[in-house]
């Protein structure tokens, strides 16, 4: 499915796409196929994945599936319940990368991660989208674990 068809896709989905969205950009001076690798298996995803309130060290499992990932997070508050984040993508190419996005057993909408990458000679640039909340207080955990993950990506793949 091309880039194009993947937003028609998540338009129609998403009738308020603008509403309720998270976007994050980041430069990152690695090879637009290392961090391809590291945004589409599940090894790499535990290493950079990391969520507000849960240990990134023993908190975070990935697994792979035939449509995409599952995350399942524990917390280290255990006031906290485990959560399961399940994944199906919509696009995997070198360029771009589009996934579903639900979270269980919390009942939320599923939203829509679409991650574009732009190589120039010496760095990529990493822009995300994440859209389709049901509330706002869903949208800013979101852009709060985005923007950490995307940071600790940085870091991991220089």
């Not at 535990?46 to 697994?63: I, N, Q, T």
């Amino acid at each position: 499915m091309t880039m194009q068809a993947v937003t028609q896709r998540v338009l129609s989905i998403h009738q308020n796409f603008t509403q309720h969205r998270v976007e994050v950009s980041v430069k990152i001076p690695a090879d637009s196929r290392r961090i391809f690798n590291a945004l589409t298996i599940a090894e790499y995803l535990e290493a950079w994945l990391c969520f507000p309130g849960c240990d990134p060290f023993r908190g975070v499992a990935v697994s792979q599936t035939q449509k995409g990932f599952d995350i399942n997070l524990t917390f280290a508050h255990r006031r906290y319940p485990s959560l399961k984040i399940r994944t199906a993508y919509l696009t995997r190419e070198p360029y771009e990368v589009a996934f579903t996005w639900a979270k269980q057993p919390v009942l939320t909408s599923e939203t829509t991660v679409i991650i574009d990458l732009n190589r120039t000679r010496s760095s990529t640039s990493l822009h995300l989208s994440h859209a389709g909340f049901i509330d706002n207080s869903d949208r800013r955990w979101h852009e709060v674990t985005w923007r950490a993950s995307l940071e600790k990506l940085r870091r991991v793949v220089c």
